[in-house]
């Protein structure tokens, strides 16, 4: 049988773990998911060791950088956004060939891009953590001239959340959140923006997808926003996942 799984630490309830397993059942496929909680990257070694079907892992927080010098080959793009979240594991005779890629930028630019309108042009990507590299990448591949904000200044593609104003919000209008702010049970959270000054233009994505419907996703609605949560990326995520598992070589 063979075995695919996640590396992380916490890992807790894992969306992928549920979605493999119920794909493996539904399809017929001899494979099982497992969740992988190591409390070190150095951990990563010993889990390829014991299991010797294992075919390919996905990364989470927080080694999707750490786990890249542990890697034999990294894809074009997971090189310049400098985090990986899928591994295939290859067995070459008496070796081990491990292929990095990312999945996040191909989940996130199908997601976004069928309400892109002409209009969107520039994007705030809020928080400068390791999916915004990845939501980055992908505004950059789709046209859109981009601006980071975020509570610290980290340099000069940088703004703070002061910074954003209303004249901002018109010439900036579409607006990512990558940060976990009104995250359930936190649900009564949002960024700090000037929603007032969003209209029928604007785009608010939400990497977030627990609750359906974010404050932040909320109070652009009643301005007139497009929203949408972070689900249908986390699906196409997956399905990514499988294709780089399983691409014929």
């Known amino acids: 049988m063979d075995k695919y799984g996640l590396i992380g630490f916490p890992l807790g309830h894992s969306f992928s773990i549920s979605y493999f397993n119920e794909k493996f059942e539904n399809e017929g496929i001899d494979a099982k998911y497992e969740n992988f909680e190591i409390p070190s990257i150095d951990a990563l070694p010993?889990?390829?060791?014991?299991n010797p079907n294992l075919k390919g892992l996905n990364v989470t927080i927080p080694y999707k950088e750490k786990v890249i010098s542990y890697l034999d080959y990294i894809s074009p793009e997971a090189r310049v956004i400098g985090a990986v979240n899928v591994i295939r594991?290859?067995?070459k005779t008496d070796k081990v060939?491990?292929?990095?890629?990312?999945?996040d930028v191909i989940g996130f630019t199908k997601s976004i891009g069928?309400?892109?309108e002409k209009f969107h042009k520039k994007a705030l990507i809020l928080g400068t953590g390791g999916a915004s590299?990845?939501?980055?990448?992908g505004l950059k591949s789709l046209g859109l001239e981009t601006l980071y904000v975020s509570r610290n200044r980290k340099n000069e593609e940088c703004i703070l959340y002061s910074d954003v104003?209303?004249?901002?919000?018109?010439?900036y209008n579409v607006i990512v959140n990558c940060?976990?702010?009104?995250m359930y049970p936190h649900s009564e959270e949002c960024p700090l923006l000037p929603y007032e000054a969003m209209d029928n233009k604007t785009i608010l994505y939400d990497l977030i997808y627990n609750p359906d419907?974010?404050?932040f996703m909320k109070k652009g609605a009643e301005r007139g926003a497009t929203t949408k949560n972070g689900l249908e990326m986390l699906l196409l995520q997956a399905f990514a996942s499988w294709e780089f598992w399983n691409d014929m070589e």
């Open 165 to 171: 104003t209303p004249q901002l919000i018109k010439e």
């Open 133 to 137: 590299k990845a939501i980055n990448y």
């Open 89 to 91: 594991v290859l067995k």
């Open 46 to 50: 010993e889990i390829l060791d014991s």
């Open 114 to 116: 069928p309400i892109l």
């Open 97 to 103: 060939i491990l292929k990095g890629f990312n999945s």
């Open 213 to 215: 419907e974010t404050l």
């Open 179 to 182: 940060t976990p702010v009104g």
